[in-house]
């Protein structure tokens, strides 16, 4: 099992060609360290079915605003884990 991170995203890749999303609220310390709150966690799928178009479906469900890029720098991640 391999966690795919970014800093609001992470895909659990189960190591069978499955994957979870998971989306969470990240926020600064003033004592230097992030914390984060899970917001949602979808059901297994197959890793080739989480796309960009999935997450950022999944993402506006929950948040009103978000930086895209954060999405690009996780399926990019994905690629390349997956190679």
Do not use: C, R, W
């Amino acid at each position: 099992m391999k966690y795919i991170q970014t800093d609001n995203l992470t895909v659990i890749d189960y190591g069978d060609n499955t994957g979870k999303l998971q989306i969470y609220q990240t926020t600064k310390s003033p004592y230097g360290y992030n914390s984060k709150a899970l917001i949602t966690s979808d059901f297994g799928k197959p890793l080739k079915e989480i796309t960009y178009n999935y997450v950022q479906k999944q993402v506006d469900k929950v948040y009103s605003t978000f930086n895209y890029d954060e999405i690009h720098k996780l399926i990019n991640k994905i690629k390349n884990e997956s190679k």
